[in-house]
């Protein structure tokens, strides 16, 4: 257990819905990544956040955005969704810059019909 | 700009045997250097990591991975494998300037009964 958590574990959904995953970051980290898995795309990384500020961004949709709370806790929000957002997202968290370890949560599987 | 290579999408060995999977970066620059492993529907976890101490580093599940500076490489072992360890292997290397991790392809071990 890494001590990652991220709800829900699967959400299952039509096109042009709107959906947020939730992610706690360990104890402590400060900050918090979200990453895209797909079988045709493998892992892509679109964006991070450090102490409730977005710190990097990568291939991330303008379709989806995301923040950190106060609580350093995570939402990735996907909006207008279409089919080739089935996906596995993860969440990952680090203690912060200069400590690069990342820990990841267990993914929520998104599925879109 | 860095950038890391495994070399083989799919690795085949049988059980018992050397494993071998291959992660080549391209920076002069000593980075930090990581291996994940993901199990089928799970999250990546950490299996070690290179951190500018010993280039022999150990990590969980009996791998190791050595890095060489020279080869800019850092190739990951096991002298015996198990059919547990079948899985997806991941490699990153800390960006030139911000920590960032760079992730590799991944390499899929298959174990041959």
């Known amino acids: 257990d890494s001590g990652v958590t991220q709800t829900p574990k699967h959400l299952i959904t039509a096109t042009g819905q709107r959906v947020t995953l939730r992610c706690s970051p360990r104890?402590?980290?400060?900050?918090v990544y979200w990453y895209q898995q797909s079988l045709d795309q493998g892992l892509q990384f679109l964006i991070q956040?450090?102490?409730?500020?977005?710190?990097a961004k990568g291939n991330i949709l303008e379709r989806f955005s995301a923040q950190q709370f106060p609580d350093l806790h995570s939402e990735l929000n996907l909006s207008s969704l279409e089919l080739g957002d089935s996906a596995l997202y993860f969440c990952?968290?680090?203690?912060?810059?200069?400590?690069?370890?990342?820990?990841f949560g267990p993914g929520t599987r998104l599925t879109v019909l | 700009a860095q950038s890391v290579t495994q070399l083989g999408s799919h690795v085949s060995v049988s059980e018992g045997a050397l494993v071998l999977l291959r992660c080549n970066y391209s920076?002069?620059?000593?980075?930090?250097l990581f291996w994940y492993v993901q199990y089928p529907n799970q999250g990546l976890q950490l299996l070690l990591k290179?951190?500018?101490?010993a280039t022999l580093v150990k990590g969980i599940n009996g791998f190791e991975a050595e890095f060489k500076k020279s080869e800019t490489s850092f190739h990951l072992t096991k002298p015996s494998a198990h059919m547990s360890d079948a899985a997806e292997y991941f490699c990153?290397?800390?960006?030139?300037?911000?920590?960032?991790?760079?992730w590799g392809a991944g390499t899929k071990l298959i174990i041959k009964p």
């Open positions: 990952a968290s680090s203690a912060g810059t200069g400590f690069p370890t990342q820990y």
């Open positions: 104890s402590g980290d400060l900050s």
């Open positions: 956040y450090y102490n409730g500020e977005e710190r």
């Open positions: 920076s002069s620059v000593p980075p930090y």
């Open positions: 290179y951190t500018s101490a």
């Open positions: 990153a290397v800390t960006s030139d300037s911000n920590y960032q991790l760079i």
